[in-house]
């Protein structure tokens, strides 16, 4: 299992910007792929970005532009720097890591966008 460590969350206004950090505990380019999911109150978990070993994305429709997730294999991290942010990003957004099978979560960072 890997561990992960996110960072970054906070609250901010509309149009304002954060940046998201995820560590992970091992090399992430044995991970098969990295990315970020989001849960708003009362809604589902779902992809807001991923990015596999070999440097594919798959990115959300309504975060495109907006977001881009990156990495860094010296730093063990991947990150999620968001713009524009509007109110409906408001969500606990939590890093992924998979290994074939074998799915590990972060404990979640917390993004509100108020107004």
């Known amino acids: 299992q890997v561990q992960l460590v996110e960072s970054g969350g906070g609250l901010v206004q509309p149009g304002g910007s954060l940046r998201l950090s995820c560590a992970a505990s091992i090399n992430i380019f044995e991970i098969n792929v990295m990315g970020w999911y989001r849960q708003a109150p009362g809604k589902q978990r779902e992809l807001v970005a991923t990015?596999?070993?070999?440097?594919?994305?798959n990115e959300y429709d309504s975060v495109k532009g907006r977001f881009t997730i990156s990495r860094n294999g010296a730093e063990k991290s991947v990150y999620l720097p968001m713009s524009s942010l509007q109110p409906g990003d408001t969500a606990i957004y939590y890093c992924y890591a998979a290994i074939l099978s074998r799915n590990s979560w972060g404990q979640g960072t917390q993004v509100t966008v108020f107004s």
């Open positions: 990015i596999n070993v070999g440097g594919r994305i």
